[in-house]
C-alpha cells in the first residue's frame, strides 16, 4: 500500500509558465483595444473629411449662385450689389458656421483615449446609458 501524496506545491517552472500566459493575454488585449481604437478613429476621420468636402463644396456653389442672384438682383431691383453681396456672404458664414459646430460636436473625444486611459491605469469613465 503506498500513501497517498498531497499535490506539490508549484515550482519556478510552473510560475514562469503561468507568468508568461498572463503576459501574452495582457498583450493580446492591448492589442485589441489598440485596434478598436484605431477602427473608432478611422470612422471619425471619414465622417470628418466628408463634412469638410461638403462644407468646401456648399462654400463654392453658394458663392457661385450669390455672384448669378447679385446680378439678377441688380438687374431687377436696382438696390446695390454690395448690400446683396453682404447678404449672401452672411448666408454662407452662417451655413459653414453650423457645419463647423456639427464638426466640433462628431469628434467628443480624441483617438485612442481607451488605449490610453488603459495604459495609464485610469478607470473608464461613467457613460450615461441611454
Keep these: 500500500m503506498t500513501p497517498e501524496r498531497a499535490p506539490r506545491p508549484a515550482g519556478l517552472g510552473d510560475l514562469l509558465g503561468r507568468l508568461l500566459g498572463e503576459a501574452r493575454q495582457l498583450v493580446a488585449d ?12 478611422a470612422v471619425q476621420l471619414a465622417w470628418l473629411l466628408s463634412a469638410g468636402l461638403m462644407v468646401s463644396v456648399l462654400l463654392v456653389t453658394a458663392w457661385l449662385a450669390l455672384v448669378v442672384a447679385v446680378m439678377v438682383w441688380l438687374f ?8 446683396a453681396l453682404a447678404i449672401g456672404a452672411l448666408l454662407n458664414i452662417a451655413g459653414a458656421g453650423a457645419l463647423f459646430w456639427w464638426i466640433r460636436n462628431l469628434v467628443v473625444e480624441k483617438p485612442f483615449t481607451a488605449l490610453l486611459r488603459q495604459l495609464k491605469g485610469e478607470d473608464a469613465p461613467d457613460v450615461p446609458r441611454s
Design 30 to 41: 492591448y492589442s485589441l483595444l489598440a485596434v478598436l481604437d484605431g477602427r473608432r478613429a
Design 76 to 83: 431687377e431691383e436696382r438696390l446695390s450689389w454690395p448690400l
